[in-house]
């Protein structure tokens, strides 16, 4: 979205996973499941799947991830996108034509029998079907974590849930939730650890970072209304071709002189911008979303996921139970210390 590259005007503080401990988090979920279908690939690009060719990489990715995060004593809540908006179905086309012409490179580096080219392609080809879905919401159930569907966007939900104090925070890989209103945004929560460069024998170190919007409006001395004008100007998911030649630091400028897109579409006759910024903003400042979800915190149903993972997915029984063994001490651990602070308190 058109903030992807904010890094180039203000860093996120990075920040150890037990900073998180006891806090919840809204999880951005279609953000996260595409990040695992992205890169839990086999040595040519290939997913992983059972026995009956069932897609499985999504599961490992919200098995483990998330075990992990559990055993640390994080909360997490799942929040699932709904409908799109009429703006963004344009932007869900053109997606599909990109992963379409990313399957033609795939399977020209298979018949060259260049693995390396095939994996780092397949990573483009990624395709969230509605049976993925069922399954990751199955599988986040056993695990205890809460659900919720968004009308529409589910970082505008996400966002949402924070601004009523339900969470602490939105994870996710993408910047929307802190144009929609969230206080705050945890990054590279399912990603951090050691992850080794492309094409490439480099190796570098992801570390969890936290966007506090309030350190970011004051320390770039704008408005978020402000933020998301720069965002438009840039290319959204709403309008992604943005302006040709725009980038994060003209955009902020711009803003900065003019005081917001109007202006700056009046004085400036080089900047054209073919798309209705006054309807963009109202999805950003006036989203759909749902006030009506509970947030209800489960025990990991050992039992049951076991069952779905090993018994239907192929997985390993004896490392599943490990992993959920783990995962439910942490859980059970950050119970307990949720009820001491509660009577000290």
Request: include cysteine; charged fraction near 30%; proline fraction near 3%.
């Amino acid at each position: 979205m058109g903030v992807k590259n904010i890094k180039e005007l203000f860093q996120g503080t990075p920040i150890e996973i037990d900073h998180l401990k006891q806090k919840k988090l809204a999880v951005d979920a279609f953000n996260i499941i595409y990040q695992f279908l992205a890169s839990i690939r086999g040595y040519d690009g290939s997913l992983l799947s059972d026995g009956e060719g069932t897609i499985t990489s999504h599961l490992t990715g919200l098995l483990y991830r998330n075990a992990r995060l559990l055993e640390r004593g994080v909360k997490l809540v799942y929040v699932f996108d709904g409908e799109p908006s009429k703006l963004k179905r344009e932007e869900i086309k053109r997606r599909a034509a990109v992963k379409a012409k990313a399957r033609e490179e795939l399977e020209e580096a298979l018949e060259r029998g260049d693995m390396e080219r095939a994996r780092t392609v397949a990573q483009r080809t990624s395709k969230l079907t509605k049976p993925m879905v069922e399954d990751s919401k199955k599988l986040l159930k056993l695990l205890g974590i809460p659900i919720v569907e968004a009308p529409q966007e589910g970082e505008a939900q996400a966002a949402y849930l924070v601004q009523q104090k339900k969470v602490w925070g939105v994870a996710s890989q993408d910047y929307d939730s802190l144009l929609f209103g969230s206080p705050t945004l945890i990054r590279n929560l399912t990603l951090s650890g050691r992850r080794k460069l492309p094409r490439s024998n480099r190796f570098i170190t992801v570390n969890v970072e936290a966007y506090h919007q309030h350190e970011l409006l004051q320390t770039l001395d704008i408005s978020r209304e402000q933020l998301i004008d720069m965002s438009i100007l840039i290319g959204t998911d709403f309008n992604p071709d943005g302006i040709k030649g725009i980038g994060p630091k003209t955009a902020y400028k711009l803003i900065k002189e003019h005081g917001n897109l109007e202006t700056v579409l009046e004085k400036d006759d080089k900047v054209v911008l073919d798309a209705d910024y006054g309807a963009i903003r109202d999805i950003f400042l006036k989203p759909v979303v749902s006030k009506e979800f509970e947030l209800n915190f489960e025990p990991i149903d050992i039992e049951g996921a076991i069952e779905f993972l090993c018994d239907e997915r192929g997985f390993s029984k004896d490392r599943v139970f490990g992993t959920l063994q783990k995962a439910k001490k942490g859980q059970d651990t950050a119970l307990k210390q949720k009820s001491l602070d509660s009577f000290f308190g």
